[in-house]
């Protein structure tokens, strides 16, 4: 939906009843205002306007439990990861490394292992390359040539995730993937609100720490098929942030591990407000769809409902494109 429309709204009722469920979530808060979901909400005309035309009489106001996470620090509990946690695979993908520096980025966390040092922030790394570089005709011999030329690209490389922020990111305690799953004493769902107010100024780091957990989840969690419930629901809120501006082999890994974390009993939401921003490969597979209104004031926001409109079930009753550009707010098509 468009700016204004309601999906903030929708997005914490939709949270709220999976917490009623059982159901935890991780939510990315880019605008900072899902935290108040932790306090009782209180009745203004408005609210009960509405809950007059729903014919509504029973409503009854809640807070949920909250966990506040802020890779910075600043708004929440430290959302780190050590660089040994996240491994050379997904480091190399994250740095867009070729063949040949992957290789040796391998070496080095090969050679940190062997000898015993251990690689929690980008300062370790970059002590562990110069430490490989001093000794790299030994380790050449030991494992295979390390170019200086690929030592280098990858120093270079590691300066420019330093200054999108990863030397904040980078750190202990490393976070444990299922203190993201948990319920409290009464059995609702934990809604895990992950500050990105400041992180989403920086694309890069965004998507690499929700590429993380991810991650994580897909290694950790076993194959379960179709679940009753899931065990856990995303909400990826400016959804286009995790697809544009990011490096392409970056944005490709994404877009696998979410076409595959179903199988393991997650539940994956895009908060967007033109569809066309999440690409085909994930959008076909998203059988539900919620669209509040869309304006329709340039050639792209037209074929953005024509797109939308055309994914719906046709049924001859209604004329979805009318409907989806004059549907008021707190509205919505719901296909499920």
């Not at 390359?129 to 030991?142: A, C």
């Not at 993380?212 to 419930?229: A, H, Q, T, W």
Request: aromatic content about 8%; hydrophobic content about 40%; cysteine-free.
């Amino acid at each position: 939906g468009a700016t204004g429309t309601g999906k903030t709204v929708t997005l914490k009722v939709l949270t709220e009843g999976l917490s009623d469920a059982g159901v935890p979530t991780i939510l990315a808060d880019v605008k900072g205002d899902l935290a108040n979901i932790s306090k009782p909400g209180e009745i203004n005309d408005k609210l009960q306007e509405r809950l007059n035309e729903l014919g509504i009489s029973n409503f009854e106001f809640k807070n949920y439990p909250v966990n506040m996470w802020d890779v910075y620090g600043e708004k929440g509990i430290p959302l780190r990861v050590t660089v040994s946690e996240m491994g050379p695979l997904m480091l190399s993908k994250i740095l867009d490394l070729n063949d040949t520096q992957m290789g040796v980025l391998n070496i080095i966390f090969k050679v940190a292992d062997s000898e015993g040092l251990l690689l929690i922030d980008l300062k370790d790394l970059k002590q562990v390359i110069t430490f490989v570089n001093d000794n790299r005709d030994e380790i050449s011999k030991n494992y295979g040539n390390v170019a200086s030329q690929s030592l280098s690209a990858i120093s270079r490389k590691l300066l420019f995730i330093e200054d999108a922020g990863g030397d904040l990111f980078f750190g202990e305690p490393a976070i444990d993937i299922n203190d993201l799953v948990r319920t409290d004493a009464s059995g609702r769902g934990i809604v895990n609100i992950l500050n990105a107010s400041k992180l989403i100024s920086n694309p890069l780091l965004y998507s690499m720490l929700l590429l993380y957990l991810l991650s994580e989840i897909y290694e950790n969690f076993p194959e379960v098929g179709d679940l009753e419930k899931p065990k856990l629901v995303f909400f990826f809120d400016e959804a286009h942030l995790l697809f544009n501006n990011t490096p392409s082999i970056l944005k490709d890994k994404i877009i696998q591990v979410v076409r595959l974390v179903r199988s393991k009993g997650v539940g994956v939401f895009f908060i967007t407000q033109n569809p066309l921003d999440v690409p085909e490969e994930v959008s076909s597979q998203l059988s539900n769809r919620i669209v509040h209104q869309l304006r329709a004031y340039s050639p792209k926001e037209l074929k953005a409902i024509n797109a939308v409109a055309d994914t719906f079930r046709q049924d001859g009753s209604i004329n979805l494109k009318e409907e989806i550009i004059n549907l008021r707010t707190g509205e919505a098509i719901v296909s499920f």
